[in-house]
């Protein structure tokens, strides 16, 4: 049975096959958090496209987990991750862009003092 251990091993090698051939939509969902639960593989995916990505990948997917797990009973399945909205708003100047960046790094405020760094735009 697929653990969520062996596919954690596994998903570098999986991504590398899909790497060396281009595929950059496929790495896209492979790159985002892939859950296994009771031998089922949970992908997300945020919209339409990445959805038919998703269903497009899937038989080629079971085969090079098989491959590289040595896992034989899962099933893949299709999940759609909802956005969070963001009830900010948009940062449409400098001033909002750097107030939003000194709350998410505190260290910013730090090195704008530290390196004496002008900020007024």
Known sequence: MLTQELLDQAIFSIQEVFRNANRNLELTLLDQEIRVQNGEITLQVGG???ENIAQKI???LVG???KFTGATSF???VVHQEE???DKGKLYTSTDKLKFLREKHPALMELQRKFDL????
């Open 84 to 86: 969070l909205v963001d």
């Open 48 to 50: 339409s496209i990445q």
């Open 75 to 77: 099933t893949i399945s």
């Open 118 to 121: 002008d900020v007024d735009f």
């Open 64 to 66: 090079l987990i098989r």
């Open 58 to 60: 899937k038989p080629e």
